[in-house]
């Protein structure tokens, strides 16, 4: 495909559920990046993948948090009892490199009830 | 951390007339980001500056990196009703990303 595609586009589940974010980068782009953009704020950070391995996890809120990417292209986000806090717009975005223009998704929006 | 400020936080500008908007880091950085977002849209890439004083520009749009590459600015002159969205910039060291709160741009036709 021609950008970074993510599914779904909207995400509505019930407190305490488990949901699943995926994230198609840029095919041969072998950096990958996961934030969440809460309304009226920037990306904030959670976690980056270089190749399959993930290379910074710091930004990943607590441990209900966990992101895999193990054949070096799609990854999935995963949230595990999700509590209504974690209502924000995913982003996922891909790289060339490290250190180069980074490229987003349309971004996953999450709703927590 | 790493934190990168934004002033303003609102801008509403006069289609034709020129404003400025600021970022400021508490560390210095190795490069910093600018990235638009139209409303409803997801982040796209703008410019990167890499070196100390640093100024480039985009058509409309004059980018600057502080001597102690810390700071920043985007200078949009002439604005026009396409230039509408929130600019966000981010300081980089390496490969992490930390944006600030964003500048949204209106403007009056």
Redesign the interface.
Known sequence: GAGVSQTPSNKVTEKGKYVELRCDPISGHTALYWYRQSLGQGPEFLIYFQGTGAADDSGLPNDRFFAVRPEGSVSTLKIQRTERGDSAVYLCASSLGRANEQFFGPGTRLTVL | GQQ?MQIPQYQHVQEGEDFTTYCNSSTTL??I?W?KQRPG?????LI?LVKSGEVKKQKRLTFQFGEAKKNSSLHITATQTTDVGTY?C?G?N?????????TTVTVRA
């Open positions: 990168v190795s490069n980001q990235y849209g997801h982040p796209v890439f990167q966000f981010a980089s390496d490969y992490k990303l930390s944006f600030g709160a964003g």
